[in-house]
């Protein structure tokens, strides 16, 4: 217990103290981990708009993961996307690789809140990207049927002079209903609200809100799929969204 809360004070001091560009993860991560599980994990967005740089702008992300202990997993995923110029898309493309790390800081159940870390290292594939360190307090509430998942997310860009040079922060929400093992509706939040020090007027920041189901279609097989709306000028029109997870 005295290492996990050490991991959870070092986990804020290391982000607030990280001084990336917009939230761009469209997931909510559960603070768990399942010691000897491997999964693998495929994610896509893709945004619907009028305008010519922000319509069929994807993001496509595949990644192994593996329950190193009871409150160990960590993730290795590679990530492509189409990038937004001042008037259109490129084309899709390889841009980063990323090492992922979730602690889970309490037995599930023992306290009010389930609590968790999450730490990531994201390392750019093509020139004149930049890097990123990202954190994230994960906290989980499950009463009877209904679950609530908070997320309070910290990112710092890194890599020479195209890095910005400003601390962005994050939140996320998840609520879902449980009707069974296989179906589970729910309402997805997201708010990117840019540099922690002086934030950006709301039309300025990215806000979504949308449905999301989730579920399993087998024992070992689970989805997360989603719709997004845009209640901000900043956010795309609309995005959809989804993740398939395997577990072996």
Sequence with gaps: MRLRVSLIISAFICAVGLPHSAYADKQVFEPYAEQGEWEYETTGLYDIDPAKN????????????????SFWHTELEAEMETLPTDNSITGLKATHMEWENFFQLAPKGQYWLDPGVYFAYEAPLINKQVGKFEGKILLEKSMDKITNILNISFNKEVGGSAANPHMDGGISWSTKYRLSEYYEPGVEYY??????????????????????????????????????????????????????????
């Design 191 to 248: 708010d990117d609200f840019s540099a922690v020090t002086h934030q950006l007027d709301y039309n300025q920041q990215s806000h979504q809100v949308g449905p999301v189901f989730y579920g399993r279609i087998t024992r070992h097989i689970s989805y997360n799929i989603g719709y997004l709306f845009g209640i901000s000028a900043t956010a795309p029109r609309g995005e959809l969204k989804w993740i398939i997870e395997y577990e072996f």
């Design 54 to 69: 922000k319509n069929a702008v994807q993001e496509y992300k595949n990644a192994i993961g593996y329950g190193v202990n």
